[in-house]
């Protein structure tokens, strides 16, 4: 038996054509896929806000079929229409969620109605490279202190909602990574910058020795990533007791004591005086 008649390889012929039939099939079914992505897209296409302004079908179907999207897998299982869960998904994993990317991160828009938000803050929630622009920043994106051992101060910032006028509203939440520094409040919402609320970052150096600390500020928002919203650096410096101040305080404080002692003898003679008048 020659080597290409043996039953493995009559077996192998058969395979590559079976693979070859259903490359066939693939490439016509390529066609009925997409045909079928836009067909099915008409029907839920409307439950979603901003759909115009997110690029419609182009923007959100996807090109293996919409039953293969990730995007509308999780809208089947939110229940088929925009609600709070749907919304809260970050279908194309860029970071932030699919209501983030249509200007409803609550999910409380209702279909039918206007859309919600700013269309030139729309994202497509089904393309992990189309981004909506960052709604929050803090100012000043870094913090110094300085501050006596021991002894308690602050730094004034403030959470800025920056985003293009009718943008979405956000709360937030605020945290640190050490243990000698807090922030005033721990939440609040993002309110426009001629609207914000000056809050403080109170430094507490109580256990701490003189020296340089580093630390961060975080702000967090429902629906953003964390590592989309650049945190704050911040650093505290404990400075050393002056040493040439500490110097010049001790030769006063020797030289006031100087001044008492020899003015004791003086008052001891004049008090000792007086029961001899
Ligand atoms: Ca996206």
Redesign the pocket.
């Known amino acids: 038996m020659r080597p290409f008649e043996s039953p493995s390889f009559r077996f192998s012929l058969r395979a590559t054509r079976r693979v070859r039939r259903a490359g066939a099939v693939t490439a016509g079914g390529a066609v009925l896929l997409a045909a079928t992505s836009a067909f099915a897209f008409a029907e839920y296409g409307a439950q979603f806000p901003n759909l115009t302004a997110a690029g419609g079908c182009d923007g959100m179907c996807h090109a293996t079929g919409y039953d293969q999207s990730p995007l509308y897998i999780d809208f089947a299982a939110s229940g088929s229409t925009w609600n709070a869960t749907f919304a809260s998904k970050d279908s194309?994993g860029?970071g932030?969620s699919n209501g983030w990317?249509l200007q409803d991160p609550k999910g409380t828009w209702v279909p039918g109605t206007s859309d919600p938000g700013n269309a030139a803050a729309v994202?497509?929630?089904?393309?992990?490279?189309?981004?909506?622009p960052l709604p929050v920043a803090v100012d000043p994106p870094s913090i110094t202190h300085s501050e006596s051992p021991g002894a308690n101060g602050s730094e004034g910032f403030a959470v800025k909602n920056v985003g293009s006028p009718g943008a979405v509203s956000f709360d937030y939440t605020l945290s640190t990574d050490q243990t000698w520094m807090a922030p005033s409040v721990s939440s609040g919402s993002g309110l426009p910058p001629q609207m914000q609320n000056l809050l403080d970052l109170i430094f507490a150096t109580n256990s701490l020795a003189p020296g340089t600390y580093m630390g961060h500020l975080t702000v967090s928002i429902a629906g953003i990533r964390a590592d989309r919203i650049p945190t704050v650096p911040v650093s505290l410096n404990t400075p050393e007791p002056d040493a040439a101040l500490g110097g010049a305080a001790a030769v006063l404080a020797l030289a006031l004591g100087a001044v008492r002692v020899a003015r004791r003898p003086r008052g001891d003679r004049v008090r000792s005086a007086v029961p001899h008048r």
């Open positions: 194309d860029d932030f990317e994202s497509s929630p089904a393309l992990a490279n189309s981004l909506p």
